[in-house]
């Protein structure tokens, strides 16, 4: 019986003194931040700790920053578990699909386009541009310069050039 | 990134570092978009000229390449025809009257820009009227 006492006794004091030994929150907290701030790839990220367990909130640059800085947080002494909050920035939005005008306008400017240039045939179907016949080297650039302004979907050279 | 924007690498490349402004460049049906405005009509010849190294017939039939000049009213554009004068019209289309004529060479000046193909002019003798911009060369 008294060694029983004794022995629980001594199991308190050891289990009193091994939870006073734990590092406290704000210590772990503190150590967070500290490896935070040594890594770039962790700007942004903050940690609040209770009981151990590290809360980590903010925006970062992308997802291998985010697991950067769980497995950071996971490292330090103290902590028990990370609930991993951060935020990475959407992706761009993909560019914006090009403008292309309608077939009545793309037949009104094909058809200054070539005004100069007669023996160049131009149709216009669906926004894609089709010229036929033929032209000299030196036009062809001022002609597909004209063209390309025009915002067709495509242009269909088929000019035999002289 | 794309076989296209592989292709065209080149002309990205140097409309980035010409300065274009309101830059894009996507993709539509397998037909490469690029469009912008070029601070100067040199740069839009420069991107014209690596085009034409790329596709010297243009025939490829995968690239629209878009680019206009920025240019504000006041600024004076030089006639840039073959040879002949350039028809000056009442409305912005060769359906339009002709209401004057800039000679071959002639600087006149740019009133407004209405469209990439129409642009107001007026001549030093005072006529005003839409001129077809392709040949106007920007001074």
Redesign the interface.
Known sequence: MKVSKILLAVFLTAAVSFIGCKPKDSTIQKNIADKFAANPECAGATATVSDGVATLTGEVKDDMCKNTAETTAKDVKGVKSVVNNLTVPPPPPPPAAPTVSSDTALSQGVTDATKDFPTVKATVNNGEITVTGSIKRKDLTTLMQSLNSLHPAKINNQLTIK | MSALQDKYKQLIDAANAAGISNL???E??N?L?I?GDAPTGAAKDQL?EIY?KIDP???A??L???I?VAASAGTKAKVTT?STALNIRKGP???QPIVGKAAHGEIVTLQNKTN???WLIKTDTGVEGYA???YLSLQ
């Open positions: 894009q460049v996507s539509q049906g037909v978009h469009s014209w034409g017939d243009y025939r039939g995968n629209i390449l878009d206009d073959d289309g060769t359906d990439e193909q129409w077809y911009a392709q």
